[in-house]
T-cell receptor, first 111, second 115 residues
Framework: TQLLEQSPQFLSIQEGENLTVYCNSS?????LQWYRQEPGEGPVLLVT???GGEVKKLKRLTFQFGDARKDSSLHITAAQTGDTGLYLC???????????WGAGTKLIIKP | NAGVTQTPKFQVLKTGQSMTLQCAQD?????MYWYRQDPGMGLRLIYY???????DKGEVPNGYNVSRLNKREFSLRLESAAPSQTSVYFC??????????????FGDGTRLSIL
C-alpha cells in the first residue's frame, strides 16, 4: 500500500503566526499537488510541484518539493483567518501516475 | 462557470436501498473520477474513467458501479446500500486521458448517510 503521510493532522494558531505542514512518503513521485478544501466544498488545487528541489510561491504560501521527490512542505507566513481549511497533498507515483492522497491537515487560524 | 456539478447534495438511505449519484462536467475533460472522503482517511478512489466508454476500478470499488454515459457525465450507483458506505462522495474531472500529473477539478460533494 502506498502511503502519503501528512503532519500535523490538526493545527490551530493565532493570526499572524507562521506555520509549516509536511507531506512525506517512501515512494517517489513524478509530481505533487497541494489542494485546499473548505467546509461543504470540494478540494481546489493550489499548486503542482514537479522538479526535485522546486520551490513555488503563492503570495504568503511557499511550497517545496524534496530533492528526492518523496516529500513536500507548505509554509504559510503571517497566517490569516482566510487560510483556515483542510490542506491536502496528492502525489502522482513516478511508476504509473496513480494519484496518492494524504489524509489532510486541518488548519484553524484564530483572529 | 459551473465546472463539476454533483446531485444530490444530501441523501439519507436505509440499508439495502439503491441510488445513483450524478456528476456532470462542462470543461470538456477526458477523465472523470469518483472518490469517497471519510474523516482521517483522505480521499479514496472508487472508480475512474479515462475516456467515454471506459471505466476502471480504483482503491475501494466494492459495492459500487459506475457508468460513463458520455464525455460530460459519470454516475455512481450503490445497488444495496450499507452503513459502511456512509461518506462524502466527490466527483472530479481532469483534462488528461489517463492517470497523470494533471490537476483534478472537484464538485462540491454528496453527503450520503446510510441508516
Amino acid at each position: 500500500t502506498q502511503l502519503l503521510e501528512q503532519s500535523p493532522q490538526f493545527l490551530s494558531i493565532q493570526e499572524g503566526e507562521n506555520l509549516t505542514v509536511y507531506c512525506n512518503s517512501s515512494s517517489v513521485f513524478s509530481s505533487l499537488q497541494w489542494y485546499r478544501q473548505e467546509p461543504g466544498e470540494g478540494p481546489v488545487l493550489l499548486v503542482t510541484v514537479v522538479t526535485g528541489g522546486e520551490v513555488k510561491k503563492l503570495k504568503r504560501l511557499t511550497f517545496q518539493f524534496g530533492d528526492a521527490r518523496k516529500d513536500s512542505s507548505l509554509h504559510i507566513t503571517a497566517a490569516q483567518t482566510g487560510d483556515t481549511g483542510l490542506y491536502l497533498c496528492a502525489g502522482a507515483l513516478a511508476s504509473n501516475y496513480q494519484l496518492i492522497w494524504g489524509a489532510g491537515t486541518k488548519l484553524i487560524i484564530k483572529p | 462557470n459551473a465546472g463539476v456539478t454533483q446531485t444530490p447534495k444530501f441523501q439519507v438511505l436505509k440499508t439495502g436501498q439503491s441510488m445513483t449519484l450524478q456528476c456532470a462536467q462542462d470543461m470538456n475533460h477526458n477523465s472523470m473520477y469518483w472518490y469517497r472522503q471519510d474523516p482521517g482517511m483522505g480521499l479514496r478512489l472508487i472508480y475512474y474513467s479515462a475516456s467515454e466508454g471506459t471505466t476502471d476500478k480504483g482503491e475501494v470499488p466494492n459495492g459500487y458501479n459506475v457508468s460513463r454515459l458520455n464525455k460530460r457525465e459519470f454516475s455512481l450507483r450503490l445497488e444495496s446500500a450499507a452503513p459502511s458506505q456512509t461518506s462524502v462522495y466527490f466527483c472530479a474531472s481532469s483534462e488528461a486521458r489517463d492517470r497523470s500529473n494533471q490537476p483534478q477539478h472537484f464538485g462540491d460533494g454528496t453527503r450520503l448517510s446510510i441508516l
